[in-house]
């Protein structure tokens, strides 16, 4: 009984890998596009992953031992709602800072960089389009299938739109991945704006979690605190040790050269 329940999910499971597969590698082909200013370094990938795994383990932990809001449940969705809320969160306030490295850094390289706002822009684009679109097919799915057309047009059209919503939804889940990991391709216009993007979008974001939670964790004060600091910080201090870096590794510099 219990393979035959395996086989069947793997039955049903299996044919959306290709095109979970294909959702992902597109949406990383529109947000993660290295540009003139980007600088691969593997020790800083590595860095920054290390963190992000000891990160979830402290925030698992934490959970597991003082309990959460709405169980398990609760964490899930304050997971799904970041992963949305990243993005929104730069395109709202990422110009903001873009503007203020631009205008930091010295007179005669402003043109430049100004010059290669062009892959930012297009990303957001792109981003906007996307949850615009599958806004649209929701809506236009609930709208379609409430009108009586008969049964076998109305299957067709919920299958069709099953099949358009199974490849639109994890699009738009690794796009708000890979936009917020790489700030919308900011590299381009300089190798150090996604650090700086990073380290403002993740104090945004812990605010946001106390507010829309309305309040502390669970926990004693210093389980409390860690988990609201311990996210900002540590993604700060890598952030800045990335900058240090670039610095003396790269020659990299916000006044000196893009």
């Given at each position: 009984m219990r393979r035959w329940r395996s086989g069947c999910a793997l039955f049903f499971?299996?044919?959306?890998?290709?095109?979970?597969?294909?959702?992902?590698?597109?949406?990383?082909?529109?947000?993660?596009q290295p540009g003139p200013g980007h600088i691969p370094d593997r020790l800083v990938t590595q860095v920054q992953l290390s963190r992000a795994v000891v990160g979830?383990?402290?925030s698992l932990l934490l959970v597991y031992t003082y309990g959460a809001d709405d169980g398990w449940s609760g964490v899930a969705n304050d997971g799904v709602?970041?992963?949305i809320l990243a993005p929104l969160?730069?395109?709202?306030?990422?110009?903001?800072?873009?503007?203020?490295?631009?205008?930091?850094?010295?007179?005669?390289?402003?043109?430049?960089?100004?010059s290669r706002l062009r892959a930012p822009l297009k990303a957001v684009g792109w981003y906007i389009g996307i949850f615009v679109g599958v806004g649209l097919v929701l809506a236009g799915s609930a709208v379609i299938l409430k009108q009586n057309h008969g049964t076998l047009v109305n299957g067709l059209i919920a299958l069709a739109l099953l099949i358009g919503l199974v490849w639109l939804l994890p699009f738009l889940g690794f796009?708000?991945?890979?936009?917020?990991?790489?700030?919308?391709?900011?590299?381009?216009?300089?190798?150090?704006?996604?650090a700086a993007l990073t380290v403002v979008l993740?104090?945004?974001?812990?605010?946001?979690?106390?507010?829309?939670?309305?309040?502390?964790?669970?926990?004693?004060?210093?389980?409390?605190?860690?988990a609201v600091l311990g996210g900002p910080v540590s993604v700060t201090a890598v952030a800045l040790w990335e900058l240090h870096r670039m610095r003396t590794r790269h020659g990299v510099r916000i006044r000196n050269r893009g």
């Open positions: 499971v299996s044919p959306l890998i290709p095109v979970i597969r294909s959702s992902r590698r597109r949406a990383e082909a529109i947000f993660n979830l383990a402290a709602v970041k992963l969160l730069l395109i709202f306030t990422g110009p903001l800072v873009v503007l203020g490295f631009i205008r930091y850094a010295p007179a005669d390289q402003r043109r430049l960089l100004r796009s708000s991945a890979y936009a917020a990991r790489y700030a919308f391709n900011t590299s381009n216009v300089h190798a150090a704006l996604p993740v104090w945004e974001l812990m605010l946001c979690s106390v507010a829309l939670e309305g309040g502390m964790p669970h926990g004693p004060p210093a389980a409390q605190w860690c």
